[in-house]
């Protein structure tokens, strides 16, 4: 049975053959026979797969279900509410309300409501009135260049990851409605610069578009590049989400001279993304960056991002913070949750801490140390609706940012191809045959469609829930259920600390009484009983 299809393909090619000798007839079906039986052929003779030389053309009709398999589930078999890892649900909406179509359902939720870790928000018996739904957070208060920020904006996405198009309609939609892009890592293009919406500039460990030709920092193209009026805040970038702790190659075939322009790196050569900065080493060197930076840019809110690892690091800069009185502007939290960016299965499966609890351990921390009214804290996360966006702000957030939310909406289909260079949509590939099909206008209107009607959909939910701004959402107004017989507020499931309580003790708290009082602020190296037990098993 193993070989049956391959003998029928090839007494079939015979007969077609004979035929063609003998009456002249058959030359269509010996020729679409023909490619088949040289397959199986070669599948008996090569030995690179055991699988085809033991099933000849069988094993290709395995290999084609299985290129197709993702599709085939993510289509046919998954469930509405499955998030591998947007659900259809989230997708569907994120595409309603790019197009501004009808997004409210009937007869019931699909959701399980008395399944573990179903959440809601508490409404009020006295709603508030409808206002105005562009929410927005003044960032750098006191600076000579403060920004007003909106709750809900376009996270860290490099050109180069995402095409010339992706990058055009993204900016489009932000300058009509008046949030701001993150660069990415990859410094500021052409394609950034078009239409003139709100950018914040990250500078990563590669220094991109301000780096000198050994890679290092350069003070005077860092400076010309952030005086642009359209560059509004400053963003370092430590880690993030889809790869902590992991640096990057972009091979030098795909070093174009649009992208080495771009980076300031030489074409065709390898462009390396080094896993740490070259211009600091310690917590106290981080914000002395921040803070030169920020004098650079002309007072410029200047800030840095980080995915949480180690909490002793994350505790010895925020112990910088207190001793040195440099204080970032605003610090964003991305969560393990992963983005755009691929990366190895180890490191977006199992590297780094996930949003919700990164988050609550930034603004636990700043606020124990009587700073978190001077420093703002956005987050970022798999964030997609309304609901999303008042949940991370009740843990402590203040603002969101998104990246798959908005490449929904210009387009995206959740094909999981970012990293081959054939997306299907022409969203995340810098195949010009791919991408040129992506219409900036319409997708630029969608960008815009999609931040207006969810900040609508917030609106709604602040509103419902009796307040004015989402900035007074709190834990107490998330409800989780953490089993069929118990209901939990986020206040009471995890330990918020009180103002200051840092300064006079250490709180009753896992995480803060095994290293807060051993971090440092003159080094990311681990507390001293680390250092011990690494160090009892070294051979």
Known sequence: MRYALYIAVMVATLVALACVLTIGEGRIVLALLLPFAALGSWDLIQRRSTLRRNYPLLAHFRYGLEAIGPEMRQYFIEADTAEVPFSRQERALAYQRAKSVLDTRP????????????????????????????????????????????????????????????????????????????????????????????????????????????????????????????????????????????????????????????????????????????????????????????????GKPAGFKLAIGHPWEWFGIAKAMHETGILPDFIVVDGAEGGTGASPAEFIDHVGVPMHEGLILVHNTLVGLGLRDRIRIAAAGKIISGFDIARTMAMGADWCNAGRGYMFAVGCIQAQSCHTDQCPTGVATQNPKRWKALDVPDKATRVHNFHENTLKALRDLICAAGLQHPGQLGPEHILRRISPTEVRSLATIYNFLEPGELLTGTPRHAVFEQYWGESRSDSFAPPARIAARRDSKSL
């Not at 019931?108 to 928000?121: A, C, F, N, S």
Request: aromatic share 10%.
């Open 107 to 298: 007869f019931g939720t699909l959701r399980d409501i008395y399944g573990d870790q179903y959440e809601w928000i508490n409404h009020s018996l006295q709603p508030s009135e409808y206002m105005p739904h562009d929410f927005r957070v003044t960032v750098g208060e006191g600076r000579a260049q403060p920004y007003s920020a909106s709750v809900f904006n376009i996270s860290a996405m490099s050109f180069g990851s995402l095409s010339a198009n992706a990058i055009r309609a993204l900016n489009r939609g932000a300058q009509m409605g008046g949030f701001y892009h993150d660069t990415g890592e990859g410094s500021i293009s052409p394609y950034h610069r078009e239409f003139g919406g709100d950018l914040v500039w990250e500078v990563a460990s590669g220094y991109f578009g301000c780096r000198n030709e050994d890679g290092s920092f350069s003070e005077e193209k860092f400076a010309a590049a952030a005086a642009d009026p359209q560059v509004k805040m400053i963003e370092v970038k430590l880690s993030q989400g889809a790869k902590p702790g992991h640096g990057g190659v972009l091979p030098g075939a795909k070093v174009t001279p649009e992208i080495a322009a771009t980076r300031g790196v030489p074409v065709g050569v390898d462009c390396i993304s080094p896993a740490r900065h070259s211009t600091f080493d310690t917590p106290k060197g981080l914000l002395e960056f921040v803070d030169r930076l920020r004098t650079l840019s002309g």
